[in-house]
């Protein structure tokens, strides 16, 4: 079912390869016979069946930038890891490339599941999830689909289906802007159609970012474009096509969180525009639910959006490692 893809074999990453684990690529498909890329980690001299935790995002990031990271830091802390590329990104399959789709991406956390459940060093029954931006709520919303998940973090999170529904800060949450919105899009679609290609939407703003851009803009900015430009990240390049996101704005992805039986970790940057994506996602979480006693919000204190993907004093690696060990036993 896998197709052969030409894989980058030297170290390209965004982040100091450790001495402390042993790291290869690895691939796996998923049900829509999507061939998916990943860097797999593993502690050195390990023994025996590991703990696993499969690792995504951020949202338009590819492996060599922050999943990565979280992966070969939790595989120096005693588990095994993946960081994989989502479908139609990075070193993964899927054309047209740059799309998304809440199905989709969804699947490819559950491919990650099926193919870590059957390693030789693995406990089957010891599997957890990291989602980093816009995979922080895809993973909410796997931890609610997927039963072989253990334990769940989501780390500076977007819900992606909300902010393309109703813009950022629910500013466009209105049916006039949500209809102008869609008629844009479709419009879009022709015009691909007709072309033969699908137009870019443009990635992250070159450096130095402009003095009168939002600063959420300047934070993403100097991230993709200066200390963790990577030549295969679309946000560091042209950007995720048009109309790659559209079928996010009527197909919400939280719905059943409060159904989510097992331990869940969300983690925030109090400065970070995106605070409230975390805030919310929590407060619905346990509103109404039977299983609180295992759900945890935790907010850094004056850290913003992009600490959470590459800033090693405060990224919460000790919490995280704590929340692994003691949800999956």
Request: with cysteine; aromatic share 12%.
């Amino acid at each position: 079912m896998s197709e052969t893809l030409e894989l980058i074999q030297e170290w390209d990453k965004t982040f100091a390869k450790s001495e402390k684990v042993n790291h290869r690529k690895v691939t796996f498909h998923n049900r829509y016979g999507m061939t998916l890329v990943a860097d797999m980690y593993v502690p050195k001299n390990a023994e025996g069946k590991l703990p696993a935790i499969a690792v995504c995002g951020p949202f338009g990031a590819v492996k060599e930038q922050a999943s990565g990271l979280y992966a070969q830091t939790m595989a120096e802390r005693g588990f095994l890891t993946i960081a994989f590329d989502p479908s139609f990104t990075g070193e993964s399959s899927g054309t047209p490339r740059y799309m998304a789709s809440p199905d989709i991406n969804t699947e490819d956390f559950q491919a990650a599941i099926d193919f870590l459940s059957i390693q030789e060093n693995v406990d089957s029954e010891k599997i957890g999830i990291i989602g980093i931006c816009g995979w922080g709520g895809m993973a909410l919303n796997v931890a609610a689909l997927d039963t072989r998940i253990k334990a769940t973090v989501a780390s500076t999170m977007y819900d992606m289906t909300r902010v393309n529904a109703n813009g950022y800060f629910d500013e466009g949450d209105n049916e006039e802007t949500r209809y102008n919105n869609k008629v844009a899009l479709n419009a879009q679609r022709i015009t691909d159609y007709k072309n033969g290609n699908y137009e870019l939407g443009g990635g992250c703003l070159e450096l130095p970012v402009p003095e009168d851009a939002p600063f959420y803009v300047k934070d993403y900015s100097e991230y993709y474009k200066g200390r963790a430009y990577h030549s295969r990240s679309l946000n560091s390049n042209g950007g995720w096509n048009k109309i790659g996101c559209m079928s996010f704005i009527n197909q919400p992805i939280l719905k059943y969180s409060n159904e989510i039986r097992t331990a869940v970790l969300v983690i925030h940057g109090e400065k970070a525009h995106s605070c409230y994506f975390s805030k919310d996602a929590y407060k619905n979480m346990i509103t109404n639910s039977k299983y609180t006693d295992n759900k945890e919000l935790m907010i850094i204190p004056n850290a913003v959006h992009t600490d959470l993907y590459d800033n090693m004093e405060v990224i919460p690696f000790d919490k995280m490692e704590e929340f692994f060990n003691e949800n999956l036993k």
